[in-house]
Structures are given as C-alpha cells and as structure tokens.
C-alpha cells in the first residue's frame, strides 16, 4: 500500500508561481513512475506531467509543456510540480498519483494509476 500526500497549493496572481509536493510512503518509490493530474469541478481530471523511473524522462500536456517541471528525489520519495507563469486556467485540484512498482512506461492515462493523493487546491487569479 502506499499513501501520497499533496502540498504546496494555494492563492496566487498570474504569472507567479508554486511548488507542489507529494510524499510518498513506502519503500518502492524509486520504481514507480509518478504523475501530476488536476480536476476542475464538473469536468474529468486532466492529465499535467509525469516521468519514468527507469530513464528519467518526462512527459508534459500540452496546455503546460515549458511552464511545468515534473522532477523527483527519490531520498526523500517526494516528487514536485514546479509551476511557473501561471494562468487562471490552471485553476484546478491537483493530485500526485503513482503507478504500480516496476512498470516504466509512462503514461497520460489516470486509468495507468494504482495510488492517488487527496489533492491540493491551486487557484490563480487574474
């Protein structure tokens, strides 16, 4: 079992920005490629970022590739969301959530995912 706990989240104008946290428990953390989803209320969650473990490459949505850095350490099995410039349409709950140990392939798919978080509310005004 593993828990992930979201931080990090909060108000901020546009263009500013956030760093979201999410703490992993357990002692697979370093197999297990890990991702970033956010979820607007009344519509499906949204894939943002995740990366693989086992080469350290990333994968980003379009609506965030070059404002976004999805990075991990895993010492302190803590993977971040560095957000920068951000935009009201980025409004959102943002969840962490990992796939299961040992499978490397990444994925935009929330269906890929075996653990989530609870989520933390990023909100950005105009």
């Known amino acids: 079992q593993v828990q992930l706990v979201e931080s990090g989240g909060g108000l901020v104008q546009a263009g500013a920005s956030l760093r979201l946290s999410c703490a992993a428990s357990g002692r697979t953390f370093s197999s297990r490629v890990m991702g970033w989803f956010r979820q607007v209320p009344g519509k499906a969650r949204e894939f943002v970022a995740c990366?693989?473990?086992?080469?350290?490459?990333?994968y980003y949505a379009d609506s965030v590739k070059g404002r976004f850095t999805i990075s991990r350490d895993n010492a302190k099995n803590t993977v971040y969301l560095q957000m920068n410039s951000l935009r009201p349409e980025d409004t959102a709950v943002y969840y962490c959530?990992?796939?299961?140990?040992?499978?490397?392939?990444?994925?935009?798919?929330?269906?890929?995912?075996?653990?989530w978080g609870q989520g933390t509310q990023v909100t950005v005004s105009s």
């Open positions: 990366d693989s473990y086992s080469d350290g490459s990333t």
């Open positions: 959530a990992a796939r299961a140990a040992y499978y490397s392939g990444r994925s935009s798919n929330e269906d890929a995912y075996e653990y």
